[in-house]
């Protein structure tokens, strides 16, 4: 069996979209542990970690030039109506965690690196970066990154930007 480390900002993302036209707390929180259910279920996981991005990271502070990931639109109105209902249940029900400084794929990452038979569950490019088993939970698909493919992902980005 597996640990499942969820890179778990994107879910709020899935949840929302499809509750964007509702108005149920409670509908949105039985997505919630639908969702869950049915990831541990598709990546054979027995135990699980999630973890959400605190507003403010580290990487607000060294990013003075320009504000990190300043570009960005404000969020849509259902993002905002239903953003800290699913983080708050995930929270209080599930047990997932919102590191004090760090995002969470940097979280996922270190996990990945220090615990045996782990997958992990997102669908953040940077995470491609990390060798292991991955499972990208929008598409339905899973991966093997290799410690070559790791690097040519992390080299990429650098040179992008």
């Not at 990487?59 to 990931?69: E, I, S, T």
């Not at 983080?87 to 690196?113: C, M, S």
């Not at 490019?125 to 088993?133: E, I």
Request: charged letters at 30%.
């Amino acid at each position: 069996m597996n640990t499942a480390l969820i890179d778990a900002d994107s879910i709020i993302y899935i949840i929302a979209w499809n509750n964007r036209e509702l108005d149920s707390e409670e509908q949105v929180k039985l997505e919630c542990d639908q969702f869950l259910s049915d990831l541990l279920i598709k990546v054979q996981a027995d135990k699980y970690a999630g973890f959400f991005t605190p507003k403010k990271t580290f990487r607000q502070d060294v990013a003075k030039h320009k504000p990190y990931k300043g570009t960005r639109p404000e969020s849509p109105e259902w993002i905002k109506k239903w953003k800290h209902v699913i983080i708050d249940h995930f929270t209080t029900k599930w047990g997932f965690y919102t590191p004090g400084n760090v995002e969470a794929d940097d979280v996922v990452a270190v996990l990945q690196r220090v615990l045996p038979n782990t997958i992990i569950c997102s669908p953040d490019k940077d995470l491609k970066q990390v060798p292991g088993k991955h499972y990208d939970y929008r598409k339905g698909e899973f991966a093997e990154v290799n410690a070559e493919e790791g690097a040519r992902s992390l080299w990429y980005q650098m040179l992008i930007g």
